[in-house]
């Protein structure tokens, strides 16, 4: 799996409750709702999220787990090796109930297990673009992030115009390189699903963003590595895998 190409995700972490089929599958949301707010409530700078209750809502029939689970996303703007926390099953729930979004109960802790999967693996695709500057930076971290499903990138609409499908959700990513703000566009497209194993399949497109020449230079160098590879006929590193 190298920089820049579609990383295919086509199976779920061991222990994710998509592998006990109890409850129904459930289709990503038109965008991250942990990233919007309509009601005016004031929004994380860091993360552009509301600060969500973990209360139930008065009409939940099913009690859900408040518990965050701590990422590996090293968080930047600390003192300490703090990491990012994902939000708990109920904060999820409270988000789509906000935009208005009709979730089965029963199916939340899976979507929360899928959008916690799905940002480690970004994560891991933004290390693989880092590791290039180790030399000068051993220790990049997430400054912060942003969702931005309504907001094509440049790079998905031109796709779009050729007949390829749009993403899903957008996440521009802001890391900090050792004191340098480096920004990551990633793209999150819906595969077709597993049927054989019974999971989702999605696609992770993560990429610096061009915003210097520097990230610029980066892209080019890893397409003409990329094309070398394919010319000597070397694997594919962009084939499906387990996570």
Known sequence: MSPGKDTTASSPPPGCPMHQAQAPKPKPPPGCPMHQSESGDKLNPDNNIPNLAQSP??????????ERVISSIPRAKSDDNTKWEYPSPQQFYNALRRKG????????????????????????????WEKEHADTCCDPKLLRFQGRPSTLSPKARIMGW?????????????????GKEVRYVIDYYGGQDDIE?????????????????????????FGVRETFARFRGEPDATSPKTA
């Open 57 to 66: 809502f008065p009409d939940q029939e099913i009690p859900l787990p408040t």
């Open 162 to 178: 050729f007949g390829a499908p749009k993403p899903f959700d957008r996440h521009d990513w802001v890391v900090d390189r050792c």
């Open 101 to 128: 979004w009709e979730t089965p109960e029963t199916a939340i802790e899976t979507m929360v297990d899928i959008h916690n999967w799905m940002n480690e693996e970004a994560w891991n695709e933004v290390m693989k």
């Open 197 to 221: 194993n019974d999971v989702p399949v999605f696609h992770l497109d993560v990429r610096p963003a061009l915003d210097s020449f520097e990230s610029a230079m980066d892209r080019l160098k």
